[in-house]
């Protein structure tokens, strides 16, 4: 093996090992201060480690697959003879169907045991109780598994489109039963990805920078906010207090209702003044105030990002459906983008100046989390209209956590269909590769036809074109099973409709607060309100039933 293999996968090695301790980190900034679970943390933080290094896998696939060809002379270089080839690609395949194996694994098992492992919790039983009743409930998502597996393999390929008679489509379509079994769990998986995809990810792509751009409100202005529903609330104590004063009149239930619900409020509002003033005096937020105009600036270039990403997406998806080698019957694959897309080209032209590219193939994988994450939390982990669990600093139960950690690696599973059939489709199916589209006598040589050095396709040689490992998963999916080309396809356009009505909400929402209003405390005390409120309101609705 040359030594750009060996060097690929240190690089991934290192990447991997720093993501497991951002999943880390991450986990520890959001977990609850009290109410916490280690088999449940854990859980997680593995969760996250396999999901970023499974996208971040993406990468070094194109990088290794680049690396084969020669970009001057359009030919494979000296060392990339085919049994090397072979063995580098089978590689990387291992490791991928042992991420999407694994993955498969903890959506289907190990989280939701861990969530039930969790919510068995009892002083009087043991673990193992625990662990047997978690296992009782688990075992619906194991059944569920074993029959789409199994279903699998009785899934038929779906014939050759006629008149397209291509190498590349023919290897597409051999493989063997084990890889289709999996192959069509990890569909499976996309499909749920692709609704976590649309429904987080798409709004998050607006709020992210706009949160940055905007900030949050002025300390100053939300004091005086806080002070004024003092002021009231304070006032409103006192009218009613005076009433009663220097009477033996018994305050009233009605009055004392609004009494109790005043001192409450005044609580809330008192906690929140101080939450204010500690953030106010804290060298945390002068350092953040002093950082103010990098995160404007930085706000401004990941909408710049955002856009660009959206426009490639659109552009791309409008290319499939035009140009498209053959249309419904293999999931709208194209040869090459026929439209211009700006970051397959952005990604094509950094390809010269190495490692550029990978290094924005990286923060593009990094920013869809990070968008996907800002999605979550604002949106908060929810089924239809109801509101399961919100994730909050320092205040996320485990539960929730879990729950988001099944978010992110579905939506961060259909952002691996997305970056290779949508978002970059030229780049990563076949990275900077090149071929000398001339031959002279039985031979290629482009020494003197440099403008016959053109970009890799699926019509291009498969002796010097070799295509990406993540690009074959992902094409043999929709190619064996065109209804997942379709429903991946036509997702696109979803998530598009959804970015943009998220756009416009984010673009006119009101900055953030920055007073920590959604802390366990608080949240406690507004809650005891609620349901003081509703035991008053039904009472008085008892009592006035009685009396008539």
């Not at 280690?38 to 990468?59: D, N, Q, S």
């Not at 550029?356 to 990094?366: E, I, K, N, P, Q």
């Not at 996320?396 to 729950?403: A, I, R, S, V």
């Not at 999916?477 to 696109?492: A, D, E, K, L």
């Amino acid at each position: 093996m040359p030594a750009v293999v060996g060097i690929a996968w240190t690089v991934y090695g290192i990447v991997t090992a720093s993501l497991f301790f951002f999943s880390v980190g991450f986990t520890r900034y959001y977990q609850h201060k009290r109410e916490s679970e280690p088999f449940a943390t854990i859980v997680t933080i593995l969760a996250l480690t396999l999901v970023l290094a499974t996208l971040a896998l993406v990468p070094i696939d194109i990088f290794l697959v680049s690396s084969t060809v020669d970009s001057d002379t359009g030919m494979k270089k000296s060392w990339a003879d085919p049994d090397t080839i072979f063995w580098m690609t089978l590689t990387v395949q291992i490791v991928y169907y042992v991420c999407y194996g694994l993955i498969a694994f903890f959506i289907f098992f190990l989280i939701p045991f861990a969530y039930f492992y969790y919510e068995e919790y009892d002083e009087d039983q043991t673990r193992r109780q625990r662990a047997s009743s978690a296992m009782r409930y688990t075992s619906f998502f194991i059944v569920i598994s074993v029959l789409l597996f199994l279903f699998g393999l009785f899934v038929k390929p779906s014939h050759r489109p006629p008149k397209l008679d291509l190498d590349w489509l023919e290897k597409l379509l051999t493989e063997s039963n084990g890889e289709k079994s999996l192959s069509f769990l990890v569909a499976c998986l996309f499909f749920l990805g692709m609704v976590v995809f649309v429904v987080y990810t798409a709004p998050g792509l607006s709020i992210l920078p706009f949160n940055l751009i905007k900030g949050r409100r002025r300390i100053e202005a939300e004091t005086e906010d806080v002070d004024n529903s003092l002021a009231v609330n304070r006032e409103r104590q006192r009218e009613i207090q005076a009433h009663y004063a220097g009477t033996n009149k018994p305050i009233s239930s009605r009055d004392q209702r609004e009494l109790d619900n005043l001192d409450d409020e005044e609580r809330i509002l008192t906690r929140r003044m101080r939450t204010i003033q500690e953030d106010q005096a804290s060298v945390f937020h002068r350092i953040l105030r002093a950082l103010r105009p990098f995160e404007v600036i930085i706000g401004l270039l990941l909408l710049v990002l955002t856009l660009v990403l959206v426009a490639s997406i659109f552009l791309t998806i409008v290319d499939k459906i035009t140009y498209s080698v053959c249309g419904n019957k293999c999931g709208y694959i194209i040869s090459h983008p026929d439209l211009f897309n700006p970051i397959n080209f952005i990604l094509v032209e950094l390809a010269k100046v190495f490692p550029l590219d990978y290094v924005f193939m990286v923060l593009v994988v990094v920013y869809f989390f990070m968008a996907t994450m800002s999605g979550i939390i604002t949106i908060g982990v929810r089924f239809l209209w109801v509101a399961l669990f919100r994730i909050r600093k320092s205040a996320t139960m485990p539960q929730g956590l879990l729950f988001a950690s099944v978010l992110l690696m579905l939506a961060l599973l259909a952002l691996n269909y997305s970056l290779t059939a949508v978002v970059a489709p030229g780049y990563a199916h076949f990275g900077s590769q090149v071929y000398c589209n001339y031959t002279e006598g039985g031979q290629r040589d482009c020494s003197e036809h440099t403008e016959k050095i053109v970009p890799c396709d699926i019509y291009a040689p498969t002796e010097i074109c070799t295509p990406t490992i993540a690009s074959t998963l992902i094409d043999r999916i929709t190619v064996n099973t065109p209804f997942f080309g379709i429903v991946f396809y036509y997702s696109q356009w979803a998530f598009v409709v959804i970015f943009v009505l998220g756009f416009i909400v984010a673009l006119f929402r009101q900055p953030r607060d920055n007073a920590d209003v959604d802390s366990e405390d608080v949240e406690q005390e507004e809650q005891g309100l609620l349901e003081r409120n509703a035991r008053h309101h039904y009472g008085g609705a008892n009592t006035s039933t009685n009396n008539t």
